[in-house]
């Protein structure tokens, strides 16, 4: 199992940014997904989750309205829109694959397989 993400980079406040996860080795179809991020110096944070069918989805209070999680699976891919970029955002986010349901407490749930991040900073 492999996950890699991408589209991190250095954006204004107010800014966007659409971070991407590409799966490999196993099928998306199959497979919840969550958003992760850790600030310096900070325990890392669940951002979001996506289930499968019907494609369920959970946010932390903190992104809610600002952030969108998506998949397409035929791509193998999920997204997280982030829009209205905060300072407080900047971190290295990571996405995690669940061979199960998420739910409202994605945040401590267990995970099989993890990437390795990519990085956001939101500075002017």
């Known amino acids: 199992m492999q996950l890699v993400e991408s589209g991190g980079d250095l954006v204004q406040p107010g800014g966007s940014l659409r971070l991407s996860c590409v799966v490999s080795?196993?099928?998306?179809?199959?497979?919840?997904i969550g958003w992760f991020r850790q600030a310096p110096g900070k325990e890392r944070e669940g951002i979001s989750c996506?289930?499968?069918?019907?494609?369920?989805?959970y946010y932390a209070d903190s992104v809610k309205g600002r952030f969108t999680i998506s998949r397409d699976n035929a791509k193998s891919t999920v997204y997280l829109q982030m829009n209205n970029l905060k300072p407080e955002d900047t971190g290295v986010y990571y996405c995690a694959a669940r061979g199960y349901y998420c739910t409202r407490t994605y945040d401590s749930q267990p995970y099989d397989a993890w990437g390795r991040g990519t990085q956001v900073t939101v500075s002017s």
């Open positions: 080795g196993f099928t998306l179809d199959f497979y919840a």
């Open positions: 996506i289930n499968t069918d019907p494609g369920t989805t």
